[in-house]
């Protein structure tokens, strides 16, 4: 009977670990379409040039052998300020790249068009949500267990 309970237990367990990549510990798998890196603080100086709201971006990775549609997914700040996708078909096994400021799209390059900073440098929080809302990552910083820092 308790071998029975420890595999009743193993089971559970294992159903029951996390599925988000949201927390980015290494070790953990990824989601099929994750955030995989933020530049939030844009280099030199911050004078709301196109060149360095263009130096602000977020990486969206689909780590998957199969191409994903993101019509209709969004990526949002603490603040509010939401970007939507529209038309892009990220590849399997690549990375698009959405830039805060002014620019032409391409496959790995997406541009909000946006002619002021979207991400905080001292703390907050990118979350990606898919076509139906529903949450898919968030990468934070200047948190530390819940707290600004």
């Keep these: 009977m308790t071998a029975v ?15 988000s990549a949201a927390d980015h510990h290494p070790g953990r798998a990824h989601a099929a379409v994750y955030i995989s890196q ?11 040039s196109n060149w ?33 996708f529209r038309h892009v078909r990220l590849d399997g096994r690549s990375t698009v790249r959405v830039h805060t400021g002014i620019g032409r799209d391409t496959r790995t390059d ?16 990118a979350t990606l949500r898919n076509d139906r809302g529903r949450f898919v990552d968030e990468v934070s910083w200047g948190y530390h267990r819940g707290h600004r820092h």
């Design 5 to 19: 309970a420890a595999v009743a237990a193993a089971a559970v367990g294992a159903v029951a670990l996390p599925a």
């Design 38 to 48: 933020v530049q939030y603080d844009s280099p030199g100086r911050d004078d709301r």
């Design 52 to 84: 360095s709201l263009n130096k602000e971006w977020v990486d969206i990775t689909n780590s998957t052998r199969r191409a994903v549609n993101l019509d209709g997914w969004t990526l949002a700040d603490e603040d509010g300020h939401s970007y939507t």
């Design 110 to 125: 997406l541009f909000q068009d946006r002619r002021a900073y979207v991400w905080n440098n001292d703390h907050d929080t």
